[in-house]
């Protein structure tokens, strides 16, 4: 049997560090030729993916090079168990953290397209081969592309991918090309793009930068005190408007003559007839989800004003200062960044403040490849530079609720141990107030040490896991356990003032800061708002410290537990459900709410109290049970901030809501096996379970895959079912 060109690239993992690597000349070997344009055609010929019945990959790149399958249709839940968790167990690196896709929105990669074209820093064929696929894969039948792989075709995301694909390479006269743009001409044309994609448009000379709102680099000098200083945003929000105020603050364009031959084809009209005042105000219907207020209207008016009057030597004051903090941005995390966005406007910047040839550049250059990821729908850009810290830690405490069910399970532990200590964050070389950094010292990030941005329910995860590892005696540096000290401090200065706790940061700003919201295309962007998620790990976390040191903080920890329990309490909705902000959706907050109430009060289900929040929960729970016994939503729930039922049963809801139950002490009934069952039978003879619909999400209208989920939760719910269908039968 021929050999596959996806055998030509390899994956490596350092530290959590996620790197493919292509082999030409292997390439060439397999492919038959030496001629590099037909070894092109046969590698994009191997990608063509068809999304019609799933936009989401089932990651079988990395995973067909790492997983072991066991082959064997579960008939019961044991098996279930045992063949899921030797196969994930598989996929467990090295280094002690597993690795997957977390793509999902389709404005990335278009991004780093973009500015690696304006940097003169393209990728290699390779990559440029299967970025076009890519593209190409995810074109609706519409001829669009929609905000993510599941929306459907908007303004932003076909402008945008378009524009990408034909960087990328694709030529402008070819028919998905030309189906994209005629779906832009009968939807209003390219001028009602939302504010982030005219930006992206006037890097390349797409769009004039007279018709944007002004992104004004002098609002880096405003006091600390003023609510809409940059400062006082949410980090995403800041972190990206930082570099784009540069790039904005320049007017800096690139452009070729192909692009300018697209630029007529965009634009039916005529570029240069274009009411480019007009444009600013212009958004495509269909992507105006958060529509823009007077109050943003009227700033915009202002600063409009503001930037024709703008003296001369305040503008470049205002350039060095924000040059100030991308460069410090880069050293805190190592030219990771934040997230893929600041990540490429970053590089852009820095490609223009310090040249092609400086060490900074390169570095950044370098740092890009932690973003790319390959899958067989082509090259994308995950949405961070990966989730290995959170799915491993989430991993680790399903694990533990039965660390001796398979041997293989104690040489995992053991592993994880070792990345959980390499990503903790010792010290506090990003605290600096100059550049609105808080504490770091003590958390863990989303991703990897690296990144170095510490998130509060990734610290309470850590926190978790490294409490049940040492319990098990499985901690190999007995200082790590010692230093947790640090991470209660950073979760209780991390507490809101209404109780809960935000993603990274204490809330800086009011919540009418929202109505500043230039975005269009998100909701809450603005500031850090407290979540039920973050708010019940942050909970969860300072219980299992109290446990373990009960002394440390003693009466703080106390207070900000009771405050903690009584925000998630009071977000509990009618029906008994919460509604998440990073997960799809209420399966998912309801998990977290039970979770924090159950062990912060010890309260749990009772049929004979209607009132009880945990009985109210499980009622509501099974008010959305399926037929089948499963659980189901779409991504749209979150936009929508209303249960939706998906068509479909997801094993990943179906696992959220057993989670739930069980932590609720509610018995072992019909509805439960039910449930139960309808794990066994989706998981398919690998020991793998599906990638069904996407389930993560962000700022209420983005959706973001997390591959891993599919395993991590199903294994979980199911561990937790041995561990409570025991305890039964001891009491027995």
Known sequence: MKQSLKEAWSFKNIKGRQLWFFDK????????TDNDKELWQQMDAEFVWDKTANPNAQDSVFRDKFAQPVRQKPTNADEALDNGLRYFLSLLQEDGNWCGESGGPHFLLPGLVIATYCSNSMSDEARLVLMRRYFLNHQNPDGGWGLHIEGPSSMFGTALNLTGLVVAGQDIYSESVQRA??????????????????????????YHWDGMDPLLPEMWLLPKWVPVYPGNYWNHA???????????GRRLTKTDDNLLAFREMLYQGGYDKVNWKKARRTCCPIDDYYSETKLYSFASHIMSVLEKITWKGLRKKALKNVIDRIHAEDIHSDSVNLGPVNKVLNLLSVYYIDGADSPEFKKHRDRLEDYIWLSED????????????????????????????IPEITDALRKIDKFVDYTFLRDNRWEDKKFDRSPSIGGWPFSTMENGWPVTDCTSEGLRTVLGLNKLGLVSNPQLVNDLTHSIDFLLLSQNHDGGWASYEVS???KWVEKMNPSRVFGDIMIDYSYTECSSACVQALLAY???NPEYRKAEVAKAITRGVEFIMNRQQEDGLWYANWGVCYTYA????????????????????????????CQGLFSIQKADGSWGEVWQACAEKRYIENPDGQVVNTAWALMALFEAGYPIDEKVEKAIQFLVDRQIESGDWPQQNISGIFNLNCTTTYVNYRNIFPLWALQRYMKVRKTIRNLD
């Open 25 to 32: 000349q292997k390439a060439h070997e397999i492919a038959g």
């Open 181 to 206: 743009l005629k779906w832009i001409h009968e939807n209003g044309g390219v001028t009602g793009i939302p504010p982030w994609g005219k930006f992206y448009l006037a890097l390349v000379g797409l």
């Open 238 to 248: 800041r972190m990206v408007y930082l570099p784009m105020s540069y790039l904005y």
């Open 378 to 405: 082509g090259i994308k850009m995950n949405m961070y530079n990966g989730t290995q810290l959170w799915d491993t830690c989430f991993m680790a405490q399903a694990l533990m609720e039965n660390p001796d069910r």
């Open 508 to 510: 800086r700003a009011g």
């Open 546 to 548: 109290r446990k373990h």
């Open 590 to 617: 309801t998990w977290f709410g039970i979770e924090a109430i159950v062990q912060g009060v010890g309260i749990h289900y009772d049929e004979n109290d209607s009132e009880n929040p945990i009985t109210k929960a």
